[in-house]
């Protein structure tokens, strides 16, 4: 089974700010990955697929880069609504596999 | 618009079983394979199985190998899990998600979820 590592677990910031989070692979996913945004109480929403594809209607400020065994999610320019958590998913093999999730909080 | 509604969640002991529904609308529902991700409470996401549009192929977590059971009907546009000998720890929100293709792919539509509780 293909491992998803997640960093950082939490991540303080600002509004305005640029963040990344990666996602390491414990193998080659090429760039079968996705990005999800969650908030609490409700189902998680796709933000980037096939790791830097928009999902129709996701603010460009979202952008996904990487592919094999490394991949990153860029938010550049925090707003107030991007605070949340954020998960990784690899889709190349089953069982697909997220990442722990990392938690955007306000610094 | 598309969407996916689960239901069939509720309170079961250990050992007891009890099966969920994800009922689509506006999509042409065969054409995607569709999965179950739970989330057990302040816990991540977790997938647990998956069904291909055809029904041809089914893959599951190996926490849930040999006692769930993933199905679709395609002709009603609802996707089930059968769970059986259910543990304490498949206490979760269970969604269904929709991929973008057939066989596999990211999870472009999620239900609201619909929880579950293992307890005596």
């Known amino acids: 089974d293909i491992q998803m590592t997640q960093s950082p677990s939490t991540l303080s910031a600002s509004v305005g700010d640029r963040v990344t989070i990666t996602c390491r692979a414990s193998q080659s996913i090429s760039s079968w990955l996705a990005w999800y945004q969650q908030k609490p109480g409700k189902a998680p929403k796709l933000l980037i697929y096939r790791a830097s594809s928009l999902e129709s209607g996701v603010p460009s400020r979202f952008s996904g880069s990487g592919s094999g065994t490394e991949v990153t999610l860029t938010i550049s320019g925090l707003q107030p609504d991007d605070f949340a958590t954020y998960y990784c998913?690899?889709?190349?093999?089953?069982?697909?596999?997220f990442g722990q999730g990392t938690k955007l909080e306000i610094k | 618009e598309v969407q996916l509604v689960e239901s069939g969640g509720g309170l079961v002991q250990p050992g007891g079983s009890l099966r969920l529904s994800c009922a689509a609308s506006?999509?042409?529902?065969?054409?995607?394979?569709m999965s179950w991700v739970r989330q057990a409470p302040g816990k991540g996401l977790e997938w647990v199985s998956a069904i291909s549009g055809s029904a041809g192929s089914t893959h599951f977590a190996d926490s849930v190998k040999g006692r769930f059971t993933i199905s679709r009907d395609n002709s009603k546009n609802t996707l089930y899990l059968q769970m059986n000998s259910l543990r304490a720890d498949d206490s979760a929100v269970y969604y269904c998600?929709?991929?973008?293709?057939?066989?596999?792919?990211?999870?472009?539509?999620w239900g609201q979820g619909t929880m579950v509780t293992v307890s005596s």
């Open positions: 506006a999509l042409t529902f065969g054409t995607y394979a």
């Open positions: 998600a929709k991929a973008r293709g057939p066989d596999s792919g990211a999870f472009d539509i």
């Open positions: 998913q690899q889709y190349n093999s089953y069982p697909n596999t």
